[in-house]
């Protein structure tokens, strides 16, 4: 019986994923906007036989941009770029399904999945940023429930479109004069509460049929959300219990709908902090957090929170029975993470705004390459994860000491491959490829 192996992303973070790593001396902030920075990290991490990049986004600039990297290329150009000068390593792109078109969205997915041979994957978010809502003529933001409706039809609309052209409608055959079978191209003819789309799409079905979906969330919606669309989920968690309890929740729940759980990747959040000695790997946390700005933090966790904190001091205890209830706030992931770990630990404002600088609250792990191979290995053979996003503290150096110190561990574990096995991002995810809607509906009217 072949041993199962991790999938492992390397989410890009423009300035790296620790907040200040910016201003680490290995770091080149004055690079995010040079796409040969990300060409060669994309080249490394296709070297190291890394399943996917990932690229976040978010349609709106973001608050503090005073004293942070916080704004980016936009990832579909991106992953375009980065198509060019790859050949295996597949390519995650952010998009928004509460501030784009179906039509506009399923044709750039499906020309990069073209130019890329079949190595695209699109990380579905409805957005959570409200100052996103004025860039698009909306007074207000859609609350958490109307984001997701829509979401749903978003996806029922861009499957429909991708599935438009069944996988033998281009003909070419110069001899008949045929170029494509205008039998099996159709309209979608959509009508619902937020789109009306005739269809078809504008161009064939690409290699992978469709972009391989993605979904970053962990609110009872979107866990709803994962269960019925995803083939990944991105995730945020602290500790192994909790990871393994989403990660059982999730997979029971496309138990539950008749879904194979083995075509959803669970990937959480992975920042390391590697040293050669545990001495070592923890100056290296203590020199980033010591870079740390008061300023750009409080209002990290204000967004998180909706607590204003700036007045206090900075070294006393979390001031938790100031969190009012929110409904809306409470579906919100990073919310519930954050007073998990004020709960659990009882930290001080200080302490909690270091927790939360590593990597926005997904999981910081401080060690040895062997005692990180470990961390690793426990939450993928204990039910806690099919993989990781890796997210480094700063770029390039931080992915650098990854692949060069741990990485060669878990190979050696037999736990990562030493090669790729397939062409296209569902091939390295071990993903089926789907059929067309409609070449189903025929096979079954047939």
Known sequence: MTQRQLHLNLFVYPGGHHEAGWRYHGSDPDRVVDISYYQELARKAEAAKFDALF????????????????????????????AAVTQRIGLIATASTTYSEPYNLARLFASVDHIS?????WNIVTT??????????????PDHGDRYGRAHEFLEVVTKLWDSWQDDALVIDPQTGIFADDDKIHEINHVGAHFRVRGPLNLSRSPQGRPVYVQAGSSEDGRHFAALHAEAIFTAHQNLRNAQDFYADIKARLRGIGRNPDHLKVLPGISPYIGSTTAEAEALHDEFNDLTQPAYSLGVLRRMTGLELSGHDLDGPFPRHLIAPDPDRAEASRFKLVLDIVDREKPTIRQLLHRIAGARGHWVTVGTPEKIADDIQTWFENGAADGFNVMPPWLHGGFDAFVDHVL??????????????????RDHFGLPRPDSLYATETKRSA
């Open 55 to 82: 690229f976040a986004d978010g349609p709106a600039l973001a608050d503090n941009i005073r004293y942070a990297s916080r704004f980016r290329l936009e990832p579909l150009t991106t992953i375009t770029a980065l």
């Open 117 to 121: 041979n079949g190595r695209v994957g």
């Open 408 to 425: 060669p561990i878990l190979r050696k574990r037999g736990l990562f491959r030493h090669d790729y096995q397939g062409q296209t991002l």
């Open 128 to 141: 959570g940023a409200a100052q996103a809502a004025q860039n698009f003529g909306l007074d207000a933001h």
